[in-house]
């Protein structure tokens, strides 16, 4: 179910987002931080506000330091493209649901949980997840590895991996 909300009942600060070069976001909005984490630490971000859809997310730091209390966040459809560092020192951060999400910037998971579960929507063609790692599309390039603890299988299709792909834990 689509989250919607109210200007004056947001708990994010926002930015605007104009058409990406390389996607076709078009005008909407990007959040840009948190006012506080949510009192049960899961953040469901809204599809829209302010009449706009909410297509990228650059940070989610918050103003009191809250945001490392984050346990879950869900992502909805619309949001296209994951800043770099955007989830950095969520320490708390156990699962996100990228939904849809077709870009994800460099150390964008950089300092959460040492067990990060991920969700990607089965329909996305960008990205994939396989046994703790973060791939693009075909599977040819590493974006995150997700898990401290574990030892990633890293498929055969890949091609090239770079150290700012990788993620680097508490």
Known sequence: VPVTVKPNETPFHFGTCYENVNYSYGLGLSIIGI?????????????EAYGYKIKKIDSLYSDDWTHTDIKEIHLPDTVKSINSYAFESMWG???????????????????????????INPKNTSICYKNDVIYNGDMTKIKCITSATSSPIIEPTVKTVHNTDIVYYR
């Open 93 to 119: 951060l156990e699962y996100i649901d990228l939904n849809m999400v077709e870009e994800l910037g460099a150390h964008s998971l950089m300092d959460c949980s040492a067990d990060l579960k991920v969700a």
């Open 35 to 47: 006012k506080s984490a949510p009192a049960d630490n899961i953040l469901k971000i809204p599809t």
